[in-house]
């Protein structure tokens, strides 16, 4: 609040842009790719932690079931990627 009423009537120049000496810049590409793994990575991770979840209950019928979604998942993945 004492910076906003010492500055009130300070007008601002928008039109020309002075960045800071030490300024972290972050690159567009990897920030992306990032991104996308962590996208991808999310519903595996998933399906494995059910798998091992239903496989310590000693569950056959759900263990089968995320077997087999976690092989067409991988399969997608593979596909994808060529």
Do not use: C, K, N, W
């Amino acid at each position: 609040m004492l910076y906003l009423s010492a500055h009130a009537t300070t007008l601002v120049d928008y039109h020309t842009f002075h960045a800071e000496p030490f300024s972290l810049t972050v690159q567009g590409e990897p920030l992306i790719a990032l991104g996308l793994l962590v996208l991808i990575a999310t519903p595996i991770a998933r399906v494995v932690l059910l798998l091992i979840a239903f496989v310590a209950r000693r569950d056959r019928v759900y263990t089968a079931i995320t077997v087999a979604v976690l092989t067409v998942l991988l399969i997608s993945l593979g596909v994808s990627g060529r």
